[in-house]
Nanobody
Framework: QVRLQESGPGLVKPSQTLSLTCTVS??????????WSWIRQPPGKGLEWIGY???????YFSPSLKSRTSISRDTSKNQFILQLSSVTPEDTAVYYC?????????WGQGTQVTVSS
């Protein structure tokens, strides 16, 4: 059973870079046809998809966040990492990592990130 766990700082200052790690257990991040995503939910709003990292290493991002976003991976630790630069209070949200395949979708429990000075 694949499980995902987000980790990272809960508080980030404006203009800094937000960095979150998703640690995967029960499956490899290089497994064929697995897609690893980051999604967020700002307070009082709906879910917003940020981007994904494919099993091949290819990435794709939401056009609205593309200029500030990167997703990388550490295969030795079976982790993938989100970095969002130049954050503002509008980036305050619960951030989720997720796995999507043709047959299933698995989400982490989410982690709250607040952008404030």
């Amino acid at each position: 059973q694949v499980r995902l766990q987000e980790s990272g700082p809960g508080l980030v200052k404006p203009s800094q870079t937000l960095s979150l790690t998703c640690t995967v257990s029960g499956g490899s991040i290089t497994t064929n046809s697995y897609y690893w995503s980051w999604i967020r939910q700002p307070p009082g709003k709906g879910l917003e998809w940020i981007g994904y990292l494919a099993y091949s290493g290819r990435t794709y991002f939401s056009p609205s966040l593309k200029s500030r976003t990167s997703i990388s991976r550490d295969t030795s630790k079976n982790q993938f990492i989100l970095q969002l630069s130049s954050v503002t209070p509008e980036d305050t949200a619960v951030y989720y990592c997720a796995l999507t395949t043709t047959t299933m979708s698995v989400w982490g429990q989410g982690t709250q990130v607040t952008v404030s000075s």
